[in-house]
């Protein structure tokens, strides 16, 4: 039996950026990583092929997006999630703490789980830590997060603490309720942007015996400063031979900085999200390419770009694939961002290694910054 292991390898002298290797059940994770999400057992508009070739190690699926449909009896009877979806490499599971954040509208919080109505049909349902463990060990993943609770950004500290107290009580009863050894269980630190709270949360979860530590309830309306001053903050209050994610962050800024202050995992819907809304992610800035002026335009999305989007067709044809509600562009479309983001992790990884890191980061922000005019939306006729 394969047991999750975490091997620091490296780091840059000159910041917090770390090199390691997540050792899993179904594969070996070069870190720091981008993790493409998942939610439905599916990267959308991506095959498993494509994401192979595009370099992806490890997805994210959704534990209560699962629950719901197709639900554990299905996901059993096809074999587990890695067979259903035929993802034969590692897969990290959220715990569905989040979309108790995202749809608290439909959810009553209590001491012993969370009731909320399926944003599906309507129909009740109780979520238990206990579940949210027992869910993830059905779907099989490879990794697997704790259940917490998110409050939304701009909380009064009062539900803040609170939010963030009940997520270290439900810590423990997911690690009473594991009956698994071939996968990892990472706890979840919460706080909102209050060092004071992020400190009380990283000591009592890390005194816990997870095999990794993330930090959530970040990025949830909060600005991007205070997103990463909280980052600098508990980073460094994690344990340094663990590893540390930083859940739902995934704009090219926030991974060079915050891969900078030493965090080695990031997850996001964006690159996905942002294809189908034809914003397009290059190292020069996004462009969104409804814009008239890439009609003509007989230039890749990204040149030099090594995706196959940028090898084989021109942003005319590709903004014409969107004119015309053709479903290949939100693949096209789709593999180029989710290949920039992990191509810059790529980058990270190699400059880490050479002891470049920073100039890396510096040149990328820089080269972004100039060419934020080009996130300006024109005329779309």
């Given at each position: 039996m394969t047991r999750f292991r975490f091997e620091l390898t490296g780091g840059d002298p000159a910041s917090g950026a770390r090199l390691g290797r997540l050792h899993t059940a179904h594969g070996v994770v070069e870190t720091p990583v981008f993790m493409p999400v998942g939610t439905l057992g599916t990267v959308k508009g991506l095959t498993p092929a494509q994401l192979e070739e595009i370099g992806a190690s490890i997805i994210l699926g959704n534990t209560y997006h699962l629950y719901l449909r197709p639900g554990m009896e299905v996901v059993s009877a096809l074999g587990g999630l890695h067979k259903?979806?035929?993802?034969?490499?590692?897969?990290?599971?959220?715990?569905?703490?989040?979309?108790?954040?995202?749809?608290?509208h439909r959810a009553k919080i209590e001491e012993h789980g969370v009731t909320f109505a399926s944003h599906i049909d309507g129909t009740p349902h109780l979520l238990t830590p206990e579940d949210a463990i027992g869910i993830q060990e059905t779907l099989g993943s490879d990794i697997m997060?704790?259940?917490?609770?998110?409050?939304?950004?701009?909380?009064?500290?009062?539900?803040?603490?609170?939010?963030?107290?009940?997520?270290?009580?439900?810590?423990?009863?997911?690690?009473?309720?594991?009956?698994?050894?071939?996968?990892?269980?990472?706890?979840?630190?919460?706080?909102?942007?209050?060092?004071?709270?992020?400190?009380?949360?990283?000591?009592?979860?890390?005194?816990?015996?997870?095999?990794?530590?993330?930090?959530?309830?970040?990025?949830?309306?909060?600005?991007?400063?205070?997103?990463?001053?909280?980052?600098?903050?508990?980073?460094?209050?994690?344990?340094?031979?663990?590893?540390?994610?930083?859940?739902?962050?995934?704009?090219?800024?926030?991974?060079?900085?915050?891969?900078?202050?030493?965090?080695?995992?990031?997850?996001?819907?964006?690159?996905?999200?942002?294809?189908?809304?034809?914003?397009?992610?290059?190292?020069?800035?996004?462009?969104?390419?409804?814009?008239?002026?890439?009609?003509?335009?007989?230039?890749?999305?990204?040149?030099?770009?090594?995706?196959?989007?940028c090898q084989h067709f021109s942003r005319g044809y590709l903004r014409h694939l969107h004119k015309a509600n053709e479903v290949l562009f939100n693949t096209l479309a789709s593999l180029h961002n989710v290949y920039y983001l992990l191509d810059l992790m790529r980058g990270a990884r190699a400059a880490i290694a050479a002891g470049t890191f920073v100039d890396y980061q510096r040149e990328l922000l820089a080269r972004r910054a100039a060419s934020a005019a080009l996130t300006e939306d024109a005329p779309t006729a």
């Amino acid at each position: 039996m394969t047991r999750f292991r975490f091997e620091l390898t490296g780091g840059d002298p000159a910041s917090g950026a770390r090199l390691g290797r997540l050792h899993t059940a179904h594969g070996v994770v070069e870190t720091p990583v981008f993790m493409p999400v998942g939610t439905l057992g599916t990267v959308k508009g991506l095959t498993p092929a494509q994401l192979e070739e595009i370099g992806a190690s490890i997805i994210l699926g959704n534990t209560y997006h699962l629950y719901l449909r197709p639900g554990m009896e299905v996901v059993s009877a096809l074999g587990g999630l890695h067979k259903m979806a035929a993802w034969p490499h590692p897969i990290l599971t959220d715990s569905g703490g989040y979309q108790v954040f995202s749809l608290r509208h439909r959810a009553k919080i209590e001491e012993h789980g969370v009731t909320f109505a399926s944003h599906i049909d309507g129909t009740p349902h109780l979520l238990t830590p206990e579940d949210a463990i027992g869910i993830q060990e059905t779907l099989g993943s490879d990794i697997m997060m704790a259940f917490d609770e998110c409050p939304p950004a701009g909380a009064h500290t009062r539900v803040v603490t609170r939010a963030m107290e009940r997520t270290s009580r439900w810590a423990r009863r997911c690690i009473d309720a594991r009956t698994r050894e071939d996968n990892a269980l990472f706890g979840i630190v919460q706080g909102g942007i209050d060092a004071e709270l992020r400190r009380r949360s990283a000591a009592d979860l890390t005194s816990l015996p997870f095999d990794g530590f993330a930090l959530g309830g970040l990025s949830v309306g909060e600005s991007r400063d205070a997103t990463w001053a909280s980052v600098g903050a508990a980073a460094p209050l994690l344990p340094a031979d663990k590893p540390r994610y930083l859940m739902g962050v995934g704009t090219p800024e926030d991974l060079l900085v915050c891969t900078g202050l030493g965090v080695d995992m990031f997850d996001c819907v964006l690159p996905t999200r942002h294809a189908r809304n034809a914003r397009i992610m290059t190292a020069d800035g996004d462009f969104n390419l409804r814009n008239a002026r890439f009609r003509l335009d007989d230039r890749p999305l990204s040149p030099g770009c090594g995706c196959y989007a940028c090898q084989h067709f021109s942003r005319g044809y590709l903004r014409h694939l969107h004119k015309a509600n053709e479903v290949l562009f939100n693949t096209l479309a789709s593999l180029h961002n989710v290949y920039y983001l992990l191509d810059l992790m790529r980058g990270a990884r190699a400059a880490i290694a050479a002891g470049t890191f920073v100039d890396y980061q510096r040149e990328l922000l820089a080269r972004r910054a100039a060419s934020a005019a080009l996130t300006e939306d024109a005329p779309t006729a």
